[in-house]
């Protein structure tokens, strides 16, 4: 099968004034759709920078970055701003969050952009709260929310318009050790669910646990390449928080109606 990720001869080179900095060398990687793949390396070894590519955020000195064939490093910045909102999902350390707008604003946020109705949009995004536990947090502001609900309304909003390829960089730098392990079953989880590929960006080995296979990047060149063999294996159905905490339809399954929802909401 073609993977749905094909990085050929890649390699960028900064420069500032007279000086160069080789951010990548030469990096050549394949990664298959429905692939949890983690890309390890200690600072400055240039993993942002490969992300960065791979999500067409910046264009390579030389080489190719084909996501479903297309290839993201000759695309236009329209184009590109098309290709990610119907292709791509992101999860930063940052979570990224619009301050002003509640959890189910952020989360329907990327549907707005497919042109998805507004009842529908709310319905898929209230769907997604719930499942990655946070059904009782559905307006909430993000300072209203621990660092934790923050990824998870990340986690949701990358996942809501059933993108193909999910992107995270570092999506657990800014969380305490449990919080880490949480979030991450649950990006994990959702990946599974729908067949979606889900390349992780970091610098922490304990991390790296959680993905089917670990390329470990070291001065702008993929050092190692190997498949995990100490995967943690995927919690049962209905046994992890999100589930405890009421997710009771499943994941991306928008099932229940608009309406039942919001009947819901006002005896809350
Ligand atoms: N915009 C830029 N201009 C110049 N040099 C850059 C730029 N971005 C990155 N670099 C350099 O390229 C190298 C790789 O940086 P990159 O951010 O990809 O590393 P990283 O592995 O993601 O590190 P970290 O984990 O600290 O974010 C570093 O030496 C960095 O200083």
Redesign the pocket.
């Given at each position: 099968m073609k993977p749905i990720i094909e990085v050929k001869n890649l390699r960028?080179v900064?420069?500032?004034g007279t000086e160069k900095?080789?951010?990548?060398q030469k990096i050549d990687l394949e990664i298959q759709k429905g692939e949890v793949c983690c890309i390890l390396?200690?600072?400055?070894?240039?993993?942002?920078?490969?992300?960065?590519m791979l999500a067409g955020l910046?264009k390579p000195t030389r080489g190719q970055a084909l996501l479903s064939g297309v290839d993201v490093t000759q695309l236009s910045e329209r184009k590109l701003a098309k290709f990610r909102q119907r292709n791509v999902g992101f999860v930063f350390q940052s979570y990224n969050l619009m301050g002003g707008l509640t959890a189910l604003e952020n989360v329907a946020m990327p549907l707005t952009y497919q042109g998805v109705s507004r009842a529908k949009r709310n319905k898929r995004a209230r769907a997604m709260l719930k499942a990655v536990g946070l059904g009782n947090r559905i307006y909430h502001k993000p300072t209203q929310m621990s660092g934790g609900q923050q990824q998870r309304v990340g986690i949701a909003r990358a996942f809501v318009a059933k993108p193909k390829i999910v992107f995270a960089?570092?999506p657990t730098g800014n969380l305490d050790t449990k919080t880490t392990m949480e979030v991450m079953e649950l990006m994990v989880k959702m990946a599974r669910k729908n067949n979606q590929t889900l390349v992780i960006?970091?610098?922490d080995p304990e991390i790296s646990v959680f993905a089917d296979r670990i390329v470990h990047?070291t001065d702008?060149l993929i050092d190692s390449d190997k498949p995990n063999v100490s995967i943690v294996p995927p919690l049962a159905e209905g046994d992890d928080q999100a589930a405890k905490q009421g997710s009771e339809s499943g994941l991306l399954q928008a099932t229940a109606d608009t309406e039942a929802i919001q009947a819901k909401e006002n005896v809350q």
């Open positions: 960028k900064y420069r500032i900095v080789v951010a990548l390396g200690t600072s400055g070894s240039g993993k942002s920078t490969l992300l960065n910046e960089d570092e960006v970091t610098h990047i702008g």
